[in-house]
């Protein structure tokens, strides 16, 4: 009797109706029993989740998840994630990723020993096989004015406000693997997308691995991340943007040569003052000003020839961009194997990326360059700019222990 109701209880299909308000589908939690006959002990359970959730949802470390759709936290709800879990995203692209939308919260927060794994159900994954994980927050964005919202580019969800310590709640020991599928030509998932999150979010320990679009992306907000492991990316591993103003500390990047030739990963850190990409606000009260310490990028050689999937000079493979007005202040910085490491463009007008440098509000204190052939370019309308107005303390950067604090939790190293 106790084995036959336990069978039943787990061929249940439970079926949730939603009361958001997004047009997001309704929720379906279906429960399939994949055990065997004979009244034997289930064994194994795989849940399926996507939708709109408007109330708690806490995950049971004893059954497989598996995210079939967009799973969307509402306002007011909270997603929680034991350590150790392994949750599994259908590879079926852009449409399967997991939103905390405004308001509400994400724990996850793993340990060295168990983290956090969001990757691919694929039998041979691939980067792109689905979306990712997407935090949207009321903290400043530049795109819009005030208490004003800006709408995100998946999922279409309000984020942006006035909080600066918007709390969106905690990740500790989380990877993201083969994630990034697109939507179109511009629309794509990153592996972390930070949509206006404010400083009161922890962010700490985190890895994303095999992407096929950005590793981590800022749009505006005021987040602080640490411990910030991106590996393999198909296109740039840490992008900001819309006016982003928290702090990087611990960065470790790894780019990859695609074994085909046909492409390899692109910027280390694409960094904007503003975005333009969407209709957004070009004439910003503000400018992305971040604050970025302890970073090892390591490239793929200065003569490099492939970036963007395609042929370029082998001169042209940046680490870093730097353009559309951002400011920030990168100190203790080790690059390797880059035709550029710093590139700016701008002007002296919309663009003010160069007058960022004359004010000391874009510095690179104590940085060591290997393999590297041009270590500044200067496209910003101000050219008297000279390397020395930039960089200082050449030779003085160390970078992030990465063989420390990314041991025993991360993949790829």
């Known amino acids: 009797m106790k084995n036959n109701f336990l069978l039943s209880l787990v061929a249940l299909t439970l079926i949730f109706t ?73 590879a079926a692209g852009s449409d399967v990723y997991v939103a905390i939308s405004q308001g509400a919260q994400i724990i996850a927060e793993g340990t060295v020993d168990s983290p956090i794994v969001f990757t691919s159900d694929a039998s041979n994954p691939e980067a792109g096989d689905w979306g990712g994980l997407i935090l949207l927050g009321k903290a400043p964005i530049n795109s819009v004015i005030g208490t004003a919202t800006s709408t995100s580019e998946i999922a279409g969800l309000p984020y942006g406000g006035n909080v600066a310590d918007d709390n969106s709640g905690s990740l500790k020991y989380v990877r993201i693997e083969y994630s990034g599928g697109s939507a179109d030509g511009q629309s794509e998932n990153n592996g972390l997308s930070f949509y206006g999150v404010g400083n009161g979010t922890t962010v700490d320990y985190i890895q994303i691995y095999e992407g096929k679009d950005d590793g981590v992306e800022f749009f505006g907000g005021t987040v602080n991340v640490s411990h910030v492991a991106v590996m393999n990316l198909q296109d740039d591993s840490i992008d900001w943007t819309e006016g982003y103003s928290g702090t990087i500390t611990d960065a470790y990047i790894q780019h990859i040569q ?21 209709g957004n606000n070009s004439n910003p009260i503000f400018f992305s000003n971040p604050t970025v310490t302890n970073v090892t990028i390591v490239g793929v050689g200065s003569d490099n020839t492939f970036q963007d999937g395609k042929i370029i000079d082998a001169g042209k493979y940046e680490a870093v961009r730097l353009r559309r007005g951002t400011a920030a202040i990168f100190t203790n910085i080790n690059i390797t194997g880059f035709g550029e490491a710093f ?6 007008t919309s663009d003010p990326t160069g007058q960022a440098v004359v004010d000391d509000k874009l510095q690179v204190n104590n940085v060591t360059f290997t393999d590297v052939t041009t270590k500044f370019k ?8 000279t390397e020395a107005d930039f960089i200082s303390g050449e030779g003085s950067g160390t970078g992030t222990d990465f063989a420390t604090w990314g041991a025993g939790w991360t993949v790829g190293n």
């Not at 695609?258 to 969407?278: H, L, M």
């Not at 590139?343 to 002296?348: E, F, K, Q």
């Not at 200067?378 to 700019?385: A, R, S």
């Open 18 to 90: 939603s009361c958001a308000n997004d047009d997001t589908a309704d929720i379906v939690l279906n429960i399939t029993n994949n055990n065997g006959g004979g009244g034997s002990t289930p064994v194994d359970t795989d849940v399926f989740l996507s939708g709109t959730y408007t109330e708690d949802l806490t995950l049971d470390a004893n059954i497989n998840y598996k995210i079939n759709g967009s799973l969307v936290i509402a306002d007011g709800a909270t997603l929680t994630i034991p350590a150790g879990m392994t949750i599994e995203a259908l």
């Open 258 to 278: 695609n074994p085909t030739e046909t492409f390899n990963s692109d910027k280390a850190f694409e960094c904007d003052g503003y975005n333009d990409d969407f």
């Open 343 to 348: 590139d700016l463009d701008g002007n002296d």
């Open 378 to 385: 200067n496209d910003t309308g101000v050219d008297t700019l």
